[in-house]
């Protein structure tokens, strides 16, 4: 009994040793050698300075700036270290009112826009750290940006258009719009 027990043991420290700490290591050397960006964080940087990161949304208030999905994320937007969704459910009520107080936002900064809002702009996501809106999205916003900067909508509509992801293969995922690097893109322009 005592031989199967340290066996058993034996076993258990090897496996952890080799899965737990080699294996990881391994993986994480060979992804900072082939993808030294995605393995750091897909960080992106101005001016040699970190902004952000493109895989993980940032929360733009101001009417100048294209806006992302909300986050449902605590103690505040888009906190990295609190990845979750709302958990409210279609009939609380609690998400209801939510919705209507996101929708009365997106009116009262571009009160002459009668579109219909995009859901992504009143929804939250599963993880509340969304990077991407869709292109239509980005489309409704257009008027806002461009009258908030004294840009021409055509020339915004331009850089919407360019920063336009298609989906991968042809086939995989939706069509979107990575809203850091766009704003990016704004600021450039600006300069």
Known sequence: MA?????????????????????P?????VAAVLFPGQANGSVVERDGKPVGSSL?????????YFWGRPSATT????????????????????????AKQRIAALRAADPGNAAPVPVELVAASASGLDPEISPAAARYQ???VARARGLDVAKV?????????QRQLGVL??????????NMALDSVAR
């Open 3 to 23: 031989k199967i027990l340290r066996n058993g043991i034996v076993l258990l420290l090897l496996l952890t040793a080799v899965t737990g700490v080699a294996y």
């Open 25 to 29: 290591l391994a993986v994480t050397a």
């Open 56 to 64: 993980i949304g940032q929360s733009f208030t101001t009417p100048g």
């Open 75 to 98: 103690p505040g937007p888009d906190n990295a270290a609190a990845s979750t969704g709302s958990n409210l459910g279609p009939t609380n009520p609690a998400l209801a009112e939510a």
């Open 142 to 144: 257009v008027a806002r």
């Open 157 to 165: 509509q331009a850089l919407v258009d360019e920063h336009t992801q």
């Open 173 to 182: 995922g939706e069509p979107r719009v990575n809203v850091l690097a766009l």
